[in-house]
Nanobody, 123 residues
């Protein structure tokens, strides 16, 4: 059974940093486009960052460009999201996603979702 397990969320002050991890089981991150989405209270889930199957192309939502960095470590079978310069509007549940696609997760049907990890940014 495929599992994507996120960790690394928490409560930080504005300007702080966190690194989210997405550990995959029964799925090889090297064979999937991986990505992160987030959902704030009362809002729809939105795309945040994606990395392609080959690991050499990334894309980001405009609101996080320059602050967030996505990566994946095939040896550890884990995807990461480094988030810096956090803002209160970044507060949301962050979800890891995997897509069996050559395209970014932002343009693909998602095959698997994680359960989410809460990020709360206080001002």
């Amino acid at each position: 059974q495929v599992q994507l397990v996120e960790s690394g969320g928490g409560e930080v002050q504005a300007g702080g940093s966190l690194r989210l991890s997405c550990a995959a089981s029964e799925l090889f991150v090297s064979l999937y486009a991986m990505g992160w989405f987030r959902q704030a209270p009362g809002k729809e889930r939105e795309f945040v960052a994606g990395i392609n199957k080959g690991g050499f192309l990334t894309d980001y939502a405009d609101s996080v460009k320059g602050r967030f960095t996505i990566s994946k470590d095939n040896a550890k079978n884990t995807a990461y999201l480094q988030i810096n310069s956090l803002k209160p509007e970044d507060t949301a549940v962050y979800y890891c996603a995997a897509a069996r696609s050559l395209l970014s997760v932002s343009r693909s049907a998602i095959n698997f979702w994680g359960q989410g990890t809460q990020v709360t940014v206080s001002s």
